[in-house]
T-cell receptor, first 111, second 108 residues
Framework: GEQVEQRPPHLSVREGDSAVIICTYT??????FFWYKQEPGAGLQLLMK?????EINEGQGFTVLLNKKDKQLSLNLTAAHPGDSAVYFC??????????FGLGTRVSVFP | ETAVFQTPNYHVTQVGNEVSFNCKQT?????MYWYKQDSKKLLKIMFS???????VNETVPRRFSPQSSDKAHLNLRIKSVEPEDSAVYLC???????FGPGTRLTVL
């Protein structure tokens, strides 16, 4: 089945700097890709979903790149601020099987 | 706007008891899912349910079973809870994965 590797597991970022989280998946038939943010004690907050190939998607304070050729999904936090401190998960959906999640990246933003 | 509802938010119980968690979605989706998030934040699919077709993750113990009355509801029943069942259980709807807020189970 699908396997998703997410790195790094922990990330310390100075406020104002950028940070990148990368996920690599194995199933070339996967076609829904997601990034979630989870703050302490809270549920999963959808940041972005991506369905196209080699696409850059911009959100508020972040950019998502999907490279289906290399089976890689990345999240770039631009100009990090304290509110970005959370655990971030990538997830890959191969139709009816449901999501396969990465192990998460704990991001800490310090002044 | 919340469209996937889970109850209860928290549940504390003792080993061997039966528990049931509810999930309802108001989005009109055909497919619903249950996920388990353990204490290390690891998220794993447990079940997906689509038009009465159930797909079960083979690693899920038999004491877990999903229950659906219609396509808007997918409940999760645990027949006899064990300590390792302590986790957050997340319900989701649609291939686009709209998540509910989760139910935190603590087994004493």
């Amino acid at each position: 089945g699908e396997q998703v590797e997410q790195r790094p597991p922990h990330l310390s970022v100075r406020e104002g700097d950028s940070a990148v989280i990368i996920c690599t998946y194995t199933d070339p038939n996967s076609y829904y890709f997601f990034w979630y943010k989870q703050e302490p004690g809270a549920g999963l907050q959808l940041l972005m979903k991506v369905f196209s190939s080699t696409e850059i998607n911009e959100g508020q304070g972040f950019t998502v790149l999907l490279n289906k050729k290399d089976k890689q999904l990345s999240l770039n936090l631009t100009a990090a601020h304290p509110g970005d401190s959370a655990v971030y998960f990538c997830a890959v959906n191969n139709y009816a099987q449901g999501l396969t999640f990465g192990l998460g990246t704990r991001v800490s933003v310090f002044p | 706007e919340t469209a996937v509802f889970q109850t209860p938010n928290y549940h504390v119980t003792q080993v061997g008891n039966e528990v049931s968690f509810n999930c309802k979605q108001t989005l009109g989706h055909d497919t619903m899912y249950w996920y388990k998030q353990d204490s290390k934040k690891l998220l794993k699919i447990m079940f997906s349910y689509n038009n009465k077709q159930l797909i079960v993750n083979e690693t899920v113990p038999r004491r877990f079973s999903p229950q659906s009355s219609d396509k808007a509801h997918l409940n999760l029943r645990i027949k006899s809870v064990e300590p390792e069942d302590s986790a957050v259980y997340l319900c989701a709807s649609s291939y686009e994965q709209y998540f509910g807020p989760g139910t935190r189970l603590t087994v004493l």
